[in-house]
T-cell receptor, first 114, second 115 residues
Framework: EAQVTQNPRYLITVTGKKLTVTCSQN?????MSWYRQDPGLGLRQIYYSMNVEVTDKGDVPEGYKVSRKEKRNFPLILESPSPNQTSLYFC?????????????FGDGTRLSIL | SQQGEEDPQALSIQEGENATMNCSYKTSINNLQWYRQNSGRGLVHLIL?????REKHSGRLRVTLDTSKKSSSLLITASRAADTASYFC???????????????FGQGTILTVHP
C-alpha cells in the first residue's frame, strides 16, 4: 500500500530536549516536505527536498533541521525545542517529474513542548 | 509566497444540500488543488485544476477556476454526513526555480453536514 509513515504520532516533551520525527515513503517519490499546522494559520511549509542531499527552506524553517540521506526518508529534527514549536506536523511526498501531481500526506505528528 | 484565502471559514448544512467553498489568490498560478482533512488526520488530495482549465468534475465534486478573478470554487453536490471535514485549497506558484514543486495552502473551510 502506498503510504507516508510518520513516527511518533504523539509526543510530549520538554524545552531543550532534542527530538527527531521520522518520515518514510514507499512510493519512490523524489519530493518530500514538512508542514506544520496551527489553528488560524493553516499549513505552513517548514522544509522541502527535491531529491537525496537536496533540501531547501520553506516559509517557517527557524528552529528546525532536516536531512535527506536516502530517497525514502526525510526526518525532521528539533535540536532545542521550544513551546512555540508545539503544533501538528505533517510530512508529504510527491513525484517531481510532473510537479502538479498531488502530495501524499502522512497522518501527522502532534508535538507538545512543555 | 502567496496563500489562498478561503471563504467561508465554516459552513454548516443538512445532508442532501450542496456545499460551495471558495478560494481566492493574488498572483499567477500553475495549478490549484483541493484537499480534504478529516479531524486529526492527514490531508487527502481531491482534485486538481490547471491554470488553462475552467471546470473539472470528479464524482460529486465540481471545481471551477476563474483566472481573471483569481478565484476557484469547490462544489460538493448532494452532501453526506461523511463529507464533514476541513477543505483546503493549495496553490502551485507559476514561476519555476525556487517555487518549483512548492504548494501553499489556504486556511481551510470547516464543513459540517448534519444527518
Amino acid at each position: 500500500e502506498a503510504q507516508v509513515t510518520q513516527n511518533p504520532r504523539y509526543l510530549i516533551t520538554v524545552t531543550g530536549k532534542k527530538l527527531t520525527v521520522t518520515c518514510s515513503q514507499n512510493m519512490n517519490h523524489e519530493y518530500m516536505s514538512w508542514y506544520r499546522q496551527d489553528p488560524g494559520l493553516g499549513l505552513r511549509q517548514i522544509y522541502y527536498s527535491m531529491n537525496v542531499e537536496v533540501t531547501d527552506k520553506g516559509d517557517v524553517p527557524e528552529g528546525y533541521k532536516v536531512s535527506r540521506k536516502e530517497k525514502r526518508n526525510f526526518p525532521l529534527i528539533l535540536e532545542s525545542p521550544s513551546p512555540n514549536q508545539t503544533s501538528l506536523y505533517f510530512c508529504a511526498s510527491s513525484r517531481l517529474d510532473r510537479p502538479e501531481f498531488p502530495q501524499h500526506f502522512g497522518d501527522g505528528t502532534r508535538l507538545s513542548i512543555l | 509566497s502567496q496563500q489562498g484565502e478561503e471563504d467561508p471559514q465554516a459552513l454548516s448544512i443538512q445532508e442532501g444540500e450542496n456545499a460551495t467553498m471558495n478560494c481566492s489568490y493574488k498572483t499567477s498560478i500553475n495549478n490549484l488543488q483541493w484537499y480534504r482533512q478529516n479531524s486529526g488526520r492527514g490531508l487527502v488530495h481531491l482534485i486538481l485544476i490547471r491554470s488553462n482549465e475552467r471546470e473539472k468534475h470528479s464524482g460529486r465534486l465540481r471545481v471551477t477556476l476563474d483566472t481573471s478573478k483569481k478565484s476557484s470554487s469547490l462544489l460538493i453536490t448532494a452532501s453526506r454526513a461523511a463529507d464533514t471535514a476541513s477543505y483546503f485549497c493549495a496553490l502551485l506558484d507559476y514561476a519555476g526555480g525556487t517555487s518549483y514543486g512548492k504548494l501553499t495552502f489556504g486556511q481551510g473551510t470547516i464543513l459540517t453536514v448534519h444527518p
